[in-house]
């Protein structure tokens, strides 16, 4: 990943110029944390101008003008933005990334087109993908009767300690043997490894993970399903399974069976990001990882 930093932004015209019929996207990311996100193909040049964003004359250079092919002229303010980013940290190639850890990941979720799409919301243990079976009341209190009949449509009334890859992960069931729902601590790498940044990309907001070697991936934020109907909303709430069972932890409480972990975030508080138990019944995404054979599944 090449990155251009305030004091060559210079340079990011030159770049533009020369690869004018390269198809590829760079990043504005503003000081705030929001990423505006730009393809080369719709930019004529960036300028400079001694003005702040609003035209009012300054000392020095305090503006950036992004003059796009249609005419109109974006100005951003030297000291709203913290980086321009030149680079596929974002692709709509359908490959896997290498973010130096101890897997490679998908660029896009289970069923998804585009990498900025959510795919399939899916319930764990389910390689069919198409139960949407659930056994709480609207409300989410009281138990109904044909509880252990739902489980067994999500791995079984008592489930394997971890289904990555096998015959009832989805993702290898839907991908091939070489794929499989990440394990809880190919998941938990994410978290303990890498940079996240909550960004906007192409009308989907989510989350960009920056890894150790500097490769990024992005993971929309798609909400959560139970039953038919969505108890967190797309854009607020991203949830990612993995492929271990909450029945073994060490909680106490009565419900843990009927639960697994997810790879959990969202805006609310301030944001998160962190594993949690969820029901296994709900909708949530998959993002398969190349499997690796010689690592033990947890």
Not at 24 to 50: K, M, P
Request: net charge negative.
């Amino acid at each position: 990943m090449k990155k251009i930093y305030l004091p060559l932004l210079m340079g990011a015209a030159a770049l533009l110029a020369s690869a004018a019929s390269d198809d590829y996207e760079f990043y504005v990311v503003l000081a705030d944390g929001n990423i505006t996100t730009i393809n080369n193909n719709e930019v004529d040049s960036i300028t400079f101008a001694r003005t702040d964003a609003k035209g009012n004359p300054t000392e020095g250079f305090g503006c950036q003008l992004l003059h796009r092919r249609d005419g109109t002229v974006e100005r951003l303010a030297l000291d709203g933005f913290k980086e321009v980013v030149i680079s596929d940290i974002i692709t709509d190639t359908d490959s896997v990334v290498d973010l130096g850890l101890s897997v490679r990941w998908r660029t896009r979720n289970l069923g998804a087109p585009t990498s900025a799409d959510y795919g399939d919301l899916v319930g764990w243990g389910d390689p069919t993908g198409t139960h949407h079976e659930q056994y709480h009341t609207s409300s989410y209190g009281s138990h109904l009767s044909n509880k252990n009949t739902c489980l067994g449509y999500y791995g079984g009334v008592n489930a394997p300690d971890s289904i990555s890859g096998s015959d009832i992960d989805i993702a290898t069931v839907k991908l091939g043997k070489d794929w499989q729902i990440p394990s809880y601590a190919q998941a938990q790498e994410l978290i303990d490894s890498c940079q996240w940044m909550w960004m906007k990309y192409r009308g989907a907001e989510g989350v960009r993970v920056t890894g150790p070697n500097g490769n990024s991936l992005f993971l929309p934020a798609a909400g959560m399903r139970r039953g038919e109907k969505m108890t967190s909303k797309p854009d607020d709430y991203g949830g990612y399974w993995t492929g271990r069972w909450y029945g073994n932890s060490p909680s106490t409480a009565s419900n843990k069976g009927e639960m697994s972990y997810a790879l959990t975030f969202g805006i609310t508080g301030g944001g998160f990001y962190k594993m949690n138990a969820i029901y296994r019944y709900s909708g949530l995404c998959i993002r398969p990882v190349v499997r690796d054979e010689e690592e033990g599944q947890d």
